[in-house]
């Protein structure tokens, strides 16, 4: 059976690292998330970490990135991972932001 898991989430960072998403994807191929800082002028920080399975090491795919005001970060990842978590921070200022994601597979 072909599985599809997606969601959006929306929120505003502060001034430790949270999770926008910590998404359970092990049973998903392509996986496509976007990022949008919807905020009219202050920037934010994220990082992108994945583990390999349910208990394992996390490992640090997309290392701390600034995305301004109204840009939009795009991942796209065919392999497999357990969990992916995004993690957003301030910025310049406390910004808000939107994460749109995708997976499927069989």
Not at 16 to 31: F, I, P, Q
Not at 76 to 87: A, E, G, K, N, S
Request: aromatic share 8%; net charge negative.
């Amino acid at each position: 059976m072909w599985k599809v898991d997606s969601g959006t989430e929306a929120g505003t960072t502060t001034a430790a690292y949270v999770d926008a998403l910590s998404w359970r994807c092990h049973e998903l191929g392509a996986k496509t998330l976007l990022l949008k800082n919807t905020h009219g002028t202050d920037s934010l920080k994220y990082k992108l970490l994945g583990r390999a399975t349910e208990d394992g090491l996390q490992d640090e795919l997309v290392p701390e990135t600034q995305l301004d005001a109204g840009q939009t970060a795009e991942f796209h990842y065919d392999r497999q991972w357990h969990q992916l978590v995004l993690q957003v921070i301030d910025g310049s200022g406390s910004a808000s932001y939107q994460l749109d994601y995708e997976g499927q597979g069989a």
